[in-house]
């Protein structure tokens, strides 16, 4: 018997209020945050899908793994319980602790970096893209064609364009490739999975061609499910050991725990290779801390091998998704374009269609992620020109490729009601549809402008 609901798969035991506010004072308060959701205080908002990085709930054996954090300098008994769950995950002997994602990405591609050198990935992240080219490296990217348009339905959307991995490391030289990094999820292209057959085929390609292989594993065990759901051969694999195949093709990992690692802080290089391992971590001494702590505390290396473990749990993966997919599905019955297939942690809204009257120039994304603010209290996160969004030197702008609102769900914190509640709200929002006004920007820093920039609505 399989039910239509989707319950949550635990309990509540410690809970933390939200302060509900009235359209009209949220009114208010927006204007005061001069109309930038990150200007916003959180207890200002009530439901907060602004992102899935370090939100997520921490279990009662995490809580109670904090207490047993040992916090001794070196050789702490929470480093060798993180170490063992890392090991074992990874298949991997050598694993470095940082206190977050990018402090790995910048320790490994600062080494394996530097001018002439070209990174391949399905899609870098941000601050992968951002560490490669500080340390004056190239980064490529090369997903298939179907992740680039979001009507396209694909079931590993975030797969890697094998044969332009294969031109491009030709192209420049497999000497000069620092490395190659497959995304999982594809975090950029909408938390779209990769398949065990495209991870198979960008090590033939890495392995003939001797380049290093890299998995930027965020979300590893959310593409573990869509495996086990989408792929054939997998349906009855324990999703723990799909992963664990998808690490034993790579040389390595970076992780940030943040994600599915279900902690607040936290991430890891994991590495085959000893003498690499060596080299990152001289770095790591200088950059983070010693090799047993790098930049966490006993705590938080307790947490995250805790959350390692629980995050494979199939009970939780299949709520995690599902209600994702849930809250997907009922935009797009409510004519709510999305990208499709729905991904893994996150909901994108493409808000150029949902408020087609507002032009790109008058960031229809912004007014979108402003609306849900004052309508119910919904902060999201604007994907579109304001944050990607370039100037012509006369002034005028180059809009981004897409205008989107992403709704990203933190792990195990919102219920069913909550989710149904936003759908709820979205409701509203189609009603008054051509009502809303687009935005103009007042003042904007040089670089990354959707952190503090202030809009005006335009009359
Ligand atoms: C979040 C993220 C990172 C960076 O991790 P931080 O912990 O935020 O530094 C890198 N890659 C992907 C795919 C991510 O989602």
């Known amino acids: 018997m399989s039910f239509k609901t989707i319950i949550e798969p635990f309990r509540i035991k410690s809970v933390e209020p939200i302060s509900m506010t009235t359209e009209k004072q949220r009114k208010k308060l927006l204007s005061q945050a001069n109309n930038n959701l990150f200007l916003l205080d959180a207890e200002h908002v009530i439901i907060d899908l ?28 929470s480093w060798k319980r993180m170490k063992a769950v890392i090991s074992d995950l990874t298949t991997y ?27 391949i990935s399905n899609t870098h992240f941000d601050t992968t893209r951002a560490n490669i080219e500080y340390s004056g490296a190239t980064a490529i990217d090369c997903v298939i064609k179907e992740g680039k348009s ?59 061609h001797k380049v290093r292989y890299f998995l930027d ?4 065990a959310e593409n573990a499910y869509f495996i086990g759901e989408r792929e054939e051969g997998y349906a009855n694999k324990d ?43 001289n770095t790591l001494i200088i950059k983070e801390g010693f090799v ?14 805790i959350g390692l473990v629980e995050v494979f749990d199939r009970d939780y993966l299949n709520y995690r998704i599902k209600s994702t ?29 949902f408020y087609n009257h507002i032009p790109v120039e008058q960031f229809p994304g912004q007014a979108l992620a402003c609306d849900l603010y004052l309508k119910g209290g919904i902060r999201a996160c604007e994907i579109g020109s304001v944050m990607f969004g370039k100037y012509e030197k006369s002034g005028k702008l180059i809009p981004a490729s897409m205008e989107l609102v992403r709704l990203a769900i933190p792990r195990r914190v919102y219920t069913q009601s909550h989710i149904d509640y936003v759908i709820e709200v979205f409701e509203q929002l189609i009603k008054e549809k051509e009502k809303s006004k687009g935005f ?17 609505r335009v009359d």
């Open 93 to 119: 002997d050598n694993v470095i602790p940082t206190h977050q994602g990018r402090a790995g990405e910048n320790i490994l591609y600062s080494m394996l970096g530097g001018k002439g050198k070209v990174f």
């Open 217 to 220: 594993c965020c979300r590893i």
């Open 50 to 77: 602004l992102t899935d990085s370090g939100t997520s709930a921490m279990s009662a054996e995490q809580w109670a793994g904090i207490m047993r954090g040992d916090e001794s300098y070196a050789g702490a008994k």
């Open 239 to 281: 999703y723990k050991q799909i992963a664990q195949e998808m690490f034993s093709l790579a040389d390595g990992a970076v992780m940030s725990a943040k994600k599915d690692g279900l902690v607040n802080m936290g991430g890891f290089i994991a590495l085959k290779d000893k003498k690499l391992a060596d080299s990152c971590t």
């Open 150 to 208: 979001p009507e396209v339905i694909h079931p590993f959307k975030g797969n890697m364009d094998v044969e332009l991995l294969e031109k491009n490391i030709v192209k420049y030289g497999a000497k000069n490739i620092g490395a190659v990094i497959l995304t999982v999820t594809n975090n950029s292209g909408g938390g779209q999975p990769v398949s065990m057959e495209n991870a198979k085929a960008v090590q033939k390609v890495c392995k003939k």
């Open 440 to 456: 103009e920007i007042t003042c904007e820093p040089e670089f990354l402008r959707h952190f503090t920039a202030h809009f005006k």
């Open 292 to 305: 047993t702590y790098g930049g966490l505390s006993g705590r938080d290396m307790e947490a995250i091998a």
């Open 325 to 353: 997919t849930y809250l997907g599905e009922k935009l797009s019955e409510l004519g709510v374009a999305v990208i499709l297939p729905i991904g893994g942690h996150a909901v994108y809204v493409d808000a150029k269609s």
